[in-house]
Structure formats: structure tokens, C-alpha cells
């Protein structure tokens, strides 16, 4: 029976074997699956050799790999195996290293992106900073003006005011001088008529002493 069973597992491996090469690797793969159960060694490493492979083709590195272990530790000295594993080993090393180096690229680039964007960020407020800094400057040159402008209004105010002055003194000088003319004029009146009188009071005189004479 477990003669018959072994050739069950031969008869199958052959089929396996078949349609791998009639590239049925479904069917292929079914039945090297359906060997490895089998007393026999040397046609379980088989079994596992040739998963391995299909694994391989498929590039399922990390089964692959383990198949190809288990192969060799029913074979050892299994010279395609070994030869197999180690370079499906450092081919999956490689691809690691590919890996890690892409990540690192991808990194750096979103770190020099970052870098970028800070940078513009940087740059926007500094140039918002210089603009706010424009325009206080402006504002305050504005004030300076008004303030200037104001000076001048002022000083123009008082200007026009100072005449005003001039003319309420002029204007409250006036009557004075002319009370004054007045004055003098009356001093004079009153002078020549003191002098009519006294003149007058001559002259009666003078006829009185005529009359008596």
C-alpha cells in the first residue's frame, strides 16, 4: 500500500512537472502541493524545490524563499537549490536596499519640499512685514505733512488776524487823535475868543475914556 501510495505521489509529481512545462502553473503548482506529504525525501524536496520556483516566477520572494529552505533541508547538497536560494536571497536583499533608498529619496524629497515651503512662508511674511513697515512709514509721513500743513494754516490764520489787530488798534487810535484835534481846536477857539473879549473890553475902555475926555 505505501509502495502504491509513493507511486500515487510520482504519478502525481509527473503530472505537476507536465503541465508546468505546458505552462499550466495552476495545475503545476496543485500538484507539487499535493506531494509533499510523501514519504519519500528525495521527491518532497522535489515537491518543495519546484513550488519554490513557481513562488519564485510570481515574485513571491519571501515564500519562495522558504520553500527553497525546505528543500534544502531535505537535500543539502542540492547544488540548484542552494545556487536558487542564494540568489533569490540577495536578490530579495537588493530589492530591500532599492526599497530603503526610495524611501529615503522620498523623504529627503518631502523634507526639501517642506524646506520650500517654509522657506516661502518665510519669505511671505517678511515681505508682508516690509509692506506693513512701508505703510506705517507712509502713515506716519502723512501725519508729518498734516501736522506741516496745519502749522502753516495756522500761522497763516494769525497772519491774516495780526492786520484785524492793526486796524481795531488804528480804529481805537483814531478817536483819541481826533479828541485831541478836537481839543487843541477848541483851546485855540476858546483862546481867540478870550482874546475878542479882552480885545473888546479894550476897546470899551477906550470909548469910555474918549467920553469922558
Not at 477857539?189 to 477906550?206: C, G, S, Y
Request: proline share 1%.
Amino acid at each position: 500500500v505505501l509502495e502504491h501510495r509513493d507511486d500515487d505521489k510520482a504519478a502525481m509529481f509527473g503530472l505537476g512537472s507536465s503541465a508546468y512545462y505546458q505552462n499550466d502553473i495552476e495545475a503545476a503548482l496543485n500538484s507539487f502541493v499535493n506531494t509533499i506529504d510523501t514519504e519519500n525525501k528525495a521527491l518532497r524536496s522535489k515537491s518543495y524545490y519546484n513550488i519554490a520556483r513557481i513562488l519564485q516566477d510570481k515574485n513571491e520572494i519571501e515564500q519562495s524563499l522558504s520553500f527553497y529552505r525546505k528543500s534544502l533541508e531535505l537535500n543539502p547538497n542540492d547544488m540548484d537549490t542552494k545556487i536558487n536560494y542564494e540568489l533569490l536571497k540577495n536578490q530579495m536583499k537588493q530589492h530591500q536596499k532599492q526599497e530603503d533608498n526610495q524611501n529615503k529619496e522620498n523623504n529627503d524629497n518631502q523634507n526639501d519640499e517642506s524646506q520650500q515651503n517654509q522657506d516661502q512662508s518665510n519669505k511671505e511674511d517678511e515681505n508682508n512685514s516690509q509692506e506693513n513697515e512701508s505703510k506705517s512709514e507712509q502713515y506716519k509721513n502723512e501725519n508729518k505733512e498734516e501736522d506741516k500743513n496745519e502749522m502753516v494754516e495756522n500761522d497763516s490764520s494769525k497772519q491774516d488776524e495780526s492786520p484785524t489787530k492793526e486796524t481795531d488798534q488804528n480804529a481805537n487810535d483814531q478817536p483819541l487823535e481826533e479828541n485831541k484835534n478836537k481839543s487843541d481846536e477848541l483851546m485855540q477857539a476858546e483862546a481867540i475868543l478870550n482874546a475878542l473879549k479882552d480885545q473888546e473890553k479894550i476897546n470899551q475902555k477906550q470909548k469910555i475914556l474918549k467920553t469922558k475926555s
